[in-house]
């Protein structure tokens, strides 16, 4: 009997971040030290220049890993499996200059797990079916991108995100700058994979309509994770105003901001 | 014998005029074919990734390649394309680091690169007239062995721009996601680099490596008015860099003007009849 069958199953988390720095050059711009468990729906919520678009973009291998160190499922990033997560940008628009359809979009997400030299075999061209289908964007799929809503939009780029079979789902600030009705949809679409087990992260000023999923809050402060627990403990203290502007180059962007984050936290 | 099987085959499609009977015509023609097909196939990539305007800075630093194989008397558009290469991927390099002063780089780089050329070419025993073949095209020139290397280069061109098309597109469209869904995005920024490269260099004989940015942009510009999706995109601008480059060369040489120009402004019209028609039909439409 060798070591490795009588050791005990220690549960691996989709995400470890060990004590890690994320910034850009020298600059650290987010600390944490957190494990998303498989099937969690995390919030990671925080003002502007809170440091949590720099956390999931640390997650991803997107900006410098300063010191301490991220895994996937067990894997140090380097050597992860990437077609387990999904990553949704940031992003106002998915149109470029070129006219791109949903279809051609979705497409381009299922190359890095399928083979990027590789031609697109029957099995790929199902599961970009199946991601355009659970974004619910299947009578839209040869329209271009760009004369789609902007909630429209942001579930295509959903469903890129979930083409290469993705496991994790990463979202940054998906609700920004989208109506409440296409907030609503996109929610729908975010219970619709939490509830077939996808784990989700998803970076947020308010929770707004994405509440009744999350399963945890991440809050985001000054570069620091302030709070890590349920929804139901989120301290009021991290209601206050002083967390708008802090040392790590945030950009006020109206009044609006800072309410949405104080009243989206506890808004029923 | 390239050039007659070539001029075979083409000669009943457009008919028995007169451009045919020169040698020169039919090789200016089908350098010209070449140009415009693997201009858009390549520039379509670079509109996407809103870098419309490296093909311009790889024709500077071409000039310095040029105005060398004209010094050393010996092949000057093989030079240029080693030259443009290595431009390519410094730029990549450049363009990758991200820093500051990544921009004011590229600038000393392609202005350098003309600088270079105009005094290298001082020194050349032919003086500076010949550069200007290379720099605006000069269909007279094209020669059988350079079309030989046009095709060459051509051909590669289309057959990456084919097979890698889906992934170039990925990195093209969105470097960020393409980065963080495991893509080798640095080298395939790198493949299409050295393509804009190969193409600057197809363009010399034609259009010139100062025009040759306008094929990679203008035939792309006009197509995506009609289209609505990448692929189609990707065909209708090969299609109107085709037509307007055979049409140019054709047009300069019965108006006999310099034919780089010519297809230039061409395809220029061609947007621009575009645009105007399409308002008109919305306009017509309310």
Sequence with gaps: MNASSTAPAIPTAAIRVRDARFGYGNHEAAHADIAIEAGDVVAVLGPNGSGKSTL????????????????????????????????VPQRQSAAGPIPVTVEELVRSGRLASNGWWRRSRSGDRRAVDAAIEVVGLAGQRSRPVS????????????????????????????????????????????????????????????????????????????GAVEFDGPVAEVPKALLHDDHADDAHGGFYEGPGDLGLFQGGLFRQ | MNVSMTASMAG??????????????????????????????????????RLALIGDGLGHIAVSGVALGLVVGHAPILIALVTAIVGAITIELIRARGEAFGEIALAM?????????????????????????????????????????????????????????????????????????????????IVLAVLTACTVVISMRVVGVLLVSALMVVPVATAQLWTSSFRTTRWLAMAVGFTVALVGVVLSYYVDTPSGGTIVLLAIAVFGVTVIAQSASRLTRR
Aim: charged content about 15%.
């Design chain 1, 56 to 87: 999931v973009k640390g997650m991803l291998g997107l900006v410098d890993v300063l010191a301490g160190s991220v895994e996937w499922f067990g894997r140090p990033l380097q050597m992860a499996d990437r077609s387990t997560i999904g990553y």
């Design chain 1, 147 to 222: 004369r789609l809503s902007g909630g429209q939009q942001r579930r295509a780029l959903v469903a890129r995100g979930l083409a290469g079979g993705a496991r994790v789902l990463i979202l940054d600030e998906p609700l920004a700058g989208v109506d409440a009705a296409s907030q609503a949809a996109l929610a729908d679409t975010l219970r619709v994979l939490a509830e077939g087990g996808t784990t989700i992260v998803i970076v947020l000023h308010e929770l707004g309509p994405i509440q009744p999923l999350v399963t945890r809050v991440v809050a985001m402060s000054a």
């Design chain 2, 12 to 49: 009943p499609m457009i008919g028995a005029i007169e451009v045919l009977d020169y040698d020169f015509m039919r090789r200016a023609l089908l350098a010209a074919v070449l140009i415009g097909l693997s201009a858009p196939a390549v520039g379509i990539f670079l509109v996407q990734r």
């Design chain 2, 109 to 189: 780089l392609f202005y350098g690169g003309i600088a270079g050329g105009v005094v290298l070419v001082s020194r050349a025993p032919s003086g500076t007239r010949n550069l200007n073949q290379y720099l605006f095209g000069s269909i007279t020139t094209t020669s059988a062995s350079d079309l030989l290397t046009f095709s060459i280069l051509a051909a590669v061109i289309l057959a990456l721009t084919t097979w890698l098309g889906p992934a170039l597109f990925a990195v093209s469209n969105d470097d960020e996601f393409a980065r963080a869904s495991g893509l080798p995005v640095m080298p395939l920024n």
